[in-house]
């Protein structure tokens, strides 16, 4: 695979990060507004967490977490409660996501170097051959 083939793909795969997590926010703000379940979109956000982690390792998992995070801001400042189950609620989905990215990032990364360090591997020996 040439570099510019891996950098074609890397931009595809940001691409698809960022329009699943402007969707996910479009369905969790705007189209179920009114809806008590859209609580269960929270949940979606995972989905670009972890391909974020998964294709650039624990860099892709904390720029994604910061992305999605930021997506997640209005959700989490509209109808602010002062009740401490409120304030816990809304407190949890950050915490738990930064946790799953961080965890995922740091998991993956070994892995990719591992590959890394074989495609390289390969290559000297394809060389000395």
């Known amino acids: 695979m040439s570099l510019r083939e891996m ?3 890397k931009n595809i795969y940001i691409i698809i990060i960022v329009v699943s997590t402007l969707s996910i926010t479009y369905l969790h703000h705007w189209m179920f507004q009114e809806d008590p379940r859209r609580i269960v979109l929270n949940e979606l956000y995972y989905i670009p967490l972890l391909l974020g982690a998964l294709v650039f390792g624990f860099k892709g998992a ?4 910061l992305f999605v995070s ?6 989490f400042f509209e109808n602010w409660t002062t009740t401490v189950i409120g ?5 949890l989905h950050p915490l ?3 946790v799953f990215a961080f965890l995922t ?7 990719m170097r591992y590959q890394k360090q074989s495609e390289k591997d ?4 394809e060389r000395s051959l």
């Not at 390969?122 to 020996?125: A, D, I, M, N, S």
């Open 7 to 9: 950098v074609d793909r």
């Open 62 to 65: 904390f720029f994604t977490y």
């Open 70 to 75: 930021a997506s997640y801001l209005p959700y």
């Open 87 to 91: 304030l816990v609620g809304r407190m």
């Open 96 to 98: 738990f996501s930064v």
């Open 105 to 111: 990032g740091f998991l993956v990364d070994p892995e």
């Open 122 to 125: 390969k290559r000297l020996v």
